[in-house]
């Protein structure tokens, strides 16, 4: 009996001994040190229609990929509050771009609180009879490093991105989204809110096309007040009921810059800034009351004393029945190299230089020429090459590059176009996405 309970009791002694052995390795090197944890994998996990999207995100962790299948998703808003780190981004992207679909039935889609290093890419969304989503993405609170590439938008009770819940955003991404359609406010992205008590800073919005937005107000791109060091570039915007771009900042700070963009057809100011910004090789045109205002509205907040506050260059104006450019009088400008194919409305303080005036004429220096746009054909080339050559150098703001991110050559010629003898851009306008000159646009 004793012997027999000795070999029943041996297996057991063995695996303790083992197990301790075991133990062992795991906490320590071959010197006895501590050994690292071991890196966690960078996971990818799949979804299908119908999976529960909710409790998908939140086990995310950094450097995790959730991946949609293609199909519809109908869900409830998802609550995002997961943070990724700065060489870890969390993703959550279509597998094939364009075909998914994902509409809210309970208001709007992505709600981000808190969120960190993450990634939206690839995703249509939409609302729809019985699933009315309202804004595709709604920030609270204070979020950082956030990306939004290659998504769709439209047929929304809302806009695409509303950040008017904010304390803070600090680099935002949104580029090469299409966003269309929109309802309630119809701003395509909100940014912030009046007042300045929630801010979007240092944060870029490139190469996206944004078309009929509606609602009350119906800006395309819209960065309201206390928003600083912000890029909106080399976007195709038109059909709006407020302005194209509203740039509403007059604070201190980075400036925001507007650049590169083709705008038109607004029942407002085409593009509209109010202060502490650098706008430059921008097409504009087609605004019931403008196609560029520099200033705010006469009821708008005083603006600084002293500095300027906007810098304006090398962008081509073009207007029929309102005046091409508008000059709040209180807002002190540097106005420089640019083709205003209509009239000019006030007179601003600082300079005004180195123009082309249609219609009367503004400033030192004027340039004259025989510009022969056809706004109609979408077409803004100069003809005449009198205007090369011809502009103001002396600001380190003044574009090195042209509408169509090619060089300029020698001194700064007026308009969005770098003049040459073959009067040909490199890339026609038309409604649809700008093609991107090579930049630095690593995610933020």
């Not at 529960?52 to 998802?78: F, S």
């Not at 009879?129 to 938008?153: H, P, Q």
């Amino acid at each position: 009996m004793l012997r027999t309970a000795m070999l029943l009791c041996l297996p057991l002694f063995l695996l303790v001994i083992l197990a301790g052995c075991e133990r062992d390795n795991d906490d320590a090197d071959a010197d006895g040190a501590p050994a690292a944890a071991a890196a966690k994998p960078n996971d990818i996990e799949y979804a299908e229609p119908g999976a529960d999207l909710q409790k998908r995100i939140n086990l995310l962790e950094p450097g995790d990929t959730l991946v949609l299948r293609a199909g519809t998703y109908r869900t409830p808003a998802l609550r995002v509050r997961i943070q990724g780190r700065a060489d870890a981004w969390i993703t959550i992207r279509a597998e094939k771009p364009g075909a998914v679909k994902l509409a809210s039935y309970k208001g709007d889609l992505f709600t981000l609180k808190g969120a960190k290093f993450l990634r939206f890419s690839g995703l249509e969304i939409l609302g729809e009879k019985g699933a009315r989503t309202k804004n595709a993405f709604k920030f609270y609170g204070v979020n950082t490093d956030i990306a939004v590439e290659d998504c769709e938008t439209h047929h929304l009770g809302g806009s695409c991105i509303n950040a008017s819940g904010i304390q803070r955003i600090e680099r935002l991404a949104v580029r090469g989204c299409h966003i269309h359609h929109t309802g309630g406010n119809g701003e395509g992205m909100y940014l912030g809110h009046q007042g300045g008590n929630g801010v979007v800073v240092d944060s870029l919005f490139e190469r996206n096309w944004i078309h009929d937005t509606g609602g009350d107000q119906g800006d395309g791109i819209e960065i309201n007040e206390g928003g600083v060091g912000n890029v909106v570039r080399e976007n195709v915007i038109y059909n709006c009921n407020y302005p194209c771009i509203y740039v509403e900042n007059v604070g201190p700070g980075k400036p925001n810059i507007v650049e590169g963009n083709v705008c038109w057809g607004s029942n407002d100011n085409v593009i509209q800034v109010n202060g502490n910004a650098v706008v430059r090789n921008n097409i504009a045109f087609r605004g019931k009351r403008g196609a560029l205002r520099l200033g705010p509205e006469p009821e708008g907040r005083p603006l600084p004393t002293g500095d300027v506050v906007i810098k304006c260059f090398n962008n081509t104006l073009s207007n029929e029945g309102a005046p091409a450019v508008v000059f709040d009088g209180r807002a002190k400008v540097l106005f420089a190299n640019n083709l205003v194919d209509g009239s000019a409305d006030g007179a601003p303080p600082g300079s005004v230089t180195h123009n082309y005036f249609r219609v009367g004429g503004l400033g030192e220096a004027q340039v004259r020429g025989a510009l022969e746009l056809k706004p109609q054909d979408l077409k803004f080339f100069p003809r005449d090459g009198a205007f090369a050559d011809a502009g103001f150098a002396a600001d380190p703001d003044v574009p090195a590059i042209d509408f169509d991110g090619r060089p300029r050559a020698g001194a700064p010629d007026l308009g969005a176009y770098e003049w040459h003898a073959k009067g040909k851009p490199a890339w026609r306008i038309k409604e649809a996405f700008k093609p991107s000159p090579d930049r630095e646009t690593a995610s933020r």
